[in-house]
């Protein structure tokens, strides 16, 4: 089970660090990343990270050089870094395993997300 945590509302301009915890079972989290939805919109993916290696990152356009994603394979948590937040960065973020590695397709089930909305 995913259970995303951090959201909150902001200033535009400000931060802010989501947490993504597996918790369930002791198995380690693969590639991972983060989706959002906002109301009216698909989910889309806007980070990912690999399992492997140094966990190389991608993101989407909308938010390269803004977010950062990273990982902590000692608690079984991924991250997200929001930085110079914009309105339209207002959705529902959520993490998943990703399946393919390098793709934003999600394997197994969401969290119940977390909120951040930017003012």
């Known amino acids: 089970q995913l259970v995303e945590s951090g959201g909150a509302t902001v200033q535009a301009g400000g931060p802010l660090r989501l947490s993504c915890a597996k918790s369930g079972d002791t198995y380690r989290i693969g590639c991972m990343g983060w989706f959002r939805q906002a109301p009216g919109k698909e989910r889309e993916g806007v980070a990912g990270i690999y399992a492997g290696g140094e966990g190389a990152t991608y993101y989407a356009d909308s938010v390269k050089g803004r977010f950062t994603i990273s990982r902590d394979n000692a608690k079984n948590t991924v991250y997200l870094q929001m930085d110079s937040l914009k309105p339209e960065d207002t959705a529902m973020y959520y993490c998943?395993?990703?399946?393919?590695?390098?793709?934003?397709?999600?394997?197994?089930?969401w969290g119940q997300g977390t909120q951040v909305t930017v003012s």
């Open positions: 998943a395993a990703l399946r393919p590695c390098g793709s934003w397709f999600p394997f197994g089930s």
